[in-house]
């Protein structure tokens, strides 16, 4: 008999790798490939030691042990991600992006684990989830067809630069959705100062939403003043800049109501107009779940179409 086998130096999360091991190498048992896998502690340095046995005498003939090398390096690059990558993360930011707060590089690292977890279920993202992966298997595959032991902190600090390239662009993307964000989140500030030094106009402002990027404003008597609000607006912007998302909000920023009522808010092809409208008049923007006003211009603008 022959013993042919896999050594991973480790530094901690031992038992954690022979687990994950394990659970990936029970495929082998299907396969009636028997293996062994031990931790092993000398002069202070520990290493998971994984054994195939096969016969010498058809050894020639098997595969077991490419089978073993591969199974290996798909536990171990679960590990790698799941073990690896936040402290990978935070050293690429520490490093890169030094000139940011620690609140301000947890935000970036809390954006980046979102894009790597795919939160937004993206589907490119899903594609960047799957590469990444086998890129790891890869490196791993490359690695044992060299040498049968290997130290993982080394292997994941030296040998996966693509890998380490791919965090370092999420991280850049993701600096750039922070600043955006800090941004906007400036922008909104500013339009409630704008809103707060306003005297209010009305009490009551309808904004009724049609079909496209078009909307109508009422009156707390509910009489139409969408002309009066935007005229002023409309003479100082040539016709082919005129943004209506920009004139909504400017409106209701000009009028200031106490309260703004929106109907057929389901229309908003602009979710993020939307939002920073709740956002600027915080606590005073109230989504119409239906009334007279919603049904006649919903019918209104259905005979439009």
Request: charged share 30%; hydrophobic share 35%; glycine share 2%.
């Amino acid at each position: 008999m022959q013993y042919q086998y896999l050594s991973i130096g480790v530094n901690d999360n031992a038992e954690n790798i022979v687990q994950q091991i394990d659970k990936e190498l029970q495929q082998l048992k299907e396969k009636s490939i028997n293996y062994s896998i031990k931790e092993i502690n000398f002069e202070g340095e520990t290493s998971v030691v994984c054994n195939i046995e096969e016969e010498a005498l058809i050894s020639k003939n098997s595969n077991q042990y490419e089978l073993l090398k591969f199974h290996v390096s798909n536990a171990l690059a679960d590990h790698v991600i799941k073990q690896y990558e936040e402290k990978l993360l935070i050293r690429i930011i520490n490093s890169n992006y030094g000139y940011f707060n620690s609140s301000e590089k947890k935000e970036i690292l809390h954006i980046s684990q979102k894009i790597i977890r795919n939160d937004d279920k993206v589907f490119f993202n899903t594609l960047f989830q799957i590469r990444r992966r086998n890129m790891i298997i890869k490196k791993l595959m490359e690695y044992f067809e060299g040498s049968s032991n290997i130290i993982l902190d080394g292997f994941v600090n030296f040998r996966l630069k693509e890998y380490i390239k791919e965090l370092e662009e999420i991280i850049d993307n993701a600096v750039d959705d922070f600043l955006i964000e800090r941004e906007y989140k400036e922008f909104i500030r500013l339009l409630r100062y704008f809103v707060e030094i306003q005297d209010s106009k009305f009490n009551f402002v309808h904004v009724i939403m049609q079909y496209g990027d078009q909307y109508i404003l009422l009156d707390e008597k509910k009489q139409e003043i969408t002309n009066e609000c935007i005229q002023d607006f409309l003479t100082e912007l040539p016709e082919t800049e005129i943004n209506h998302d920009d004139l909504l909000v400017s409106s209701l920023i000009t009028l200031a109501p106490k309260s703004i009522i929106i109907h057929n808010w389901e229309r908003f092809k602009n979710q993020k107009l939307l939002d920073t409208i709740k956002n600027v008049f915080s606590g005073k923007v109230v989504l119409c779940s239906g009334c007279s006003i919603c049904e006649y211009n919903m019918a209104k603008s259905d005979r439009k179409e």
